[in-house]
């Protein structure tokens, strides 16, 4: 008996439709940044020295660096009303004749950018209060594939469940490591998206530390769920995944805490569950903004 050409066509079209549900896409890689904040108001006596560290463990070579210093009652920078020197330097012993940038020039201002960082040594800011001044400190590290976006300075507006300062060990304050997005992600839904996040331990944190790694929309209407490796492939439902939260929410949050220090390089995979409908695409498409940080055990 022969087989219709309709029906033969159909069986065709079917088996392609299982054999490509079988392939798994790949996930969208997106680009993280890294920030070193104060996360507490600095409130130098007049002519205090201070010496704020970025641990870096050689992963910024060849990027730029972008320091900026928010003086939190003189946003016009006024001298007399007081200001903040500082310069950057990969050496503490190094002299202000020898930074790599410095705010002094032609005026004193927020912004002081090394437009390549080729030291494998930690970043050092020192500064020195002027009169009556408060201030936070934020360091940007900025690949080579963005550097045309430095104009601006830097500024985080994720969020964390931890109140977390800067703090003082050996007369060094170090600075508070943030891995984020500092841009509204748009991901189809269903899709997954993979994030390479590396963190520098320092003598403040040890090897005693506990990674917040946070997803969350700001569409307000997509969900997001979260899983974390140490290797690749990262993917939902591979054995590689040491960490997860399934659970579909606008605010995702994963806790990994460790005693040795072996959670330096993770992956994070992201999975979006909602969104608004964008009839130019024909899915639904959610926004996410993301933020890990690391903080120093009890």
């Keep these: 008996m022969a087989v219709k050409p309709s029906i033969l066509l159909m069986c065709c079209l079917l088996a392609g439709y299982v054999g490509a549900s079988k392939i798994k896409t790949e996930p969208i890689q ?28 050689k992963q910024f070579i060849g990027d730029a660096v972008n320091v900026t210093v928010l003086l939190n009652s003189n946003p016009e920078w006024n001298v007399p009303v007081g200001v903040v020197y500082f310069y950057v330097v990969d050496d503490p ?47 940007k590290f900025i690949t080579a594939e963005t550097k045309i976006n430095v104009g601006m300075p830097f500024s985080y507006h994720g969020k964390s469940n931890r ?18 997005i500092s841009h509204n992600v748009r991901l189809q839904y269903g899709k997954e998206v993979l994030l390479n996040v590396s963190f520098c331990p320092n003598a403040e944190t040890s090897k005693r530390y506990t990674i917040l790694s946070e997803v969350f929309g700001t569409d307000g209407i997509s969900a997001y769920s979260q899983y974390i490796c140490t290797k690749l492939p990262c993917e939902v439902d591979s054995p590689n995944v040491i960490k ?36 130019t695409v024909g899915y639904y498409v959610g926004e996410f903004q993301y933020a890990a940080t690391i903080t120093r055990n009890p």
């Design 30 to 57: 997106v680009e993280v940044g890294t920030s070193y904040v104060t996360r507490d108001v600095q409130k130098p006596e007049p002519k205090e020295k201070q010496t704020f560290v970025a641990s870096t463990c």
């Design 93 to 139: 012993t190094k002299p202000e004749s020898q930074a790599l940038c410095t705010n002094r020039y032609p005026k004193p201002n927020a912004v002081c950018l090394v437009d390549n960082w080729k030291s494998s040594n930690d970043l050092y800011v020192i500064t020195t209060a002027g009169d009556v001044v408060s201030f936070t400190l934020n360091v």
């Design 163 to 180: 109140n977390v300062t800067s703090v003082k060990n050996n007369d060094y304050y170090y600075l508070s490591e943030i891995v984020h």
């Design 244 to 279: 997860s939260n399934p659970n579909h929410l606008l605010s995702n949050a994963i806790f990994l805490s460790t005693t040795t220090g072996e959670y330096q390089h993770l992956y994070v995979v992201i999975v979006n569950w909602g969104g608004n409908f964008d009839p």
